[in-house]
């Protein structure tokens, strides 16, 4: 069965760095776009970024842009995204998330920024 399984995310300083992953299996990751939202305390989930199959085109928030980047392996199923420059605002649980059509997502994963 599809598994989306999210890691990495700490307390971080603000202006600190983070990279958070997601390790994706039971289905062909390397045919699908991979994306990340998060969800702050009392909001709405979000879209944070988003990748192609192959890794070449990249959509980002406004909110994130310039600070964020996604990545992914299709040899290891991994998709990642590098928080720099990190603010208090980006505290939030953060998801991945694939559209088979069916739309998968994981656990999540708890970024807080706060000093």
């Known amino acids: 069965q599809v598994q989306l399984v999210e890691s990495g995310g700490a307390l971080v300083q603000p202006g600190g760095s983070l990279r958070v992953s997601c390790a994706a299996s039971?289905?062909?990751?390397?045919?699908?776009?991979m994306s990340w939202y998060r969800q702050a305390p009392g909001k709405g989930r979000e879209f944070v970024a988003r990748?192609?199959?192959?890794?070449?085109?990249?959509n980002y928030a406004d909110s994130v842009k310039g600070r964020f980047t996604i990545s992914r392996d299709n040899g290891k199923n991994i998709v990642y995204l590098q928080m720099n420059s990190l603010k208090p605002e980006d505290t939030a649980v953060y998801y991945c998330?694939?559209?088979?059509?069916?739309?998968?997502w994981g656990q999540g994963t708890q970024v807080t920024v706060s000093s």
């Open positions: 990748i192609s199959t192959g890794g070449g085109v990249t």
């Open positions: 039971g289905f062909a990751f390397s045919l699908y776009e």
């Open positions: 998330n694939v559209v088979l059509p069916t739309i998968y």
